[in-house]
């Protein structure tokens, strides 16, 4: 039994780190927005009949 308990608490400690991870680049990673352009072929747009 004690192997079973000492898996679980790795896989807490191991959760609560990329817990942690998660929440460190929640609050400190301020994305930068940017324009996107995407060209579409006037074929795609304007189709010949």
């Known amino acids: 039994m004690p192997?079973?308990?000492r898996f679980l608490f790795f896989c807490?400690?191991?959760a609560g780190?990329?817990?942690?991870?998660?929440?460190a680049l929640v609050t400190f990673v301020e994305p930068r927005p940017r324009?996107?352009?995407?060209r579409i072929?006037?074929?795609r747009v304007n189709?010949?009949?």
């Open 3 to 5: 192997t079973l308990f």
């Open 12 to 14: 807490a400690v191991v």
């Open 17 to 23: 780190i990329v817990y942690g991870i998660m929440v």
């Open 35 to 38: 324009d996107v352009t995407i």
């Open 41 to 43: 072929p006037s074929e």
């Open 47 to 49: 189709p010949q009949p």
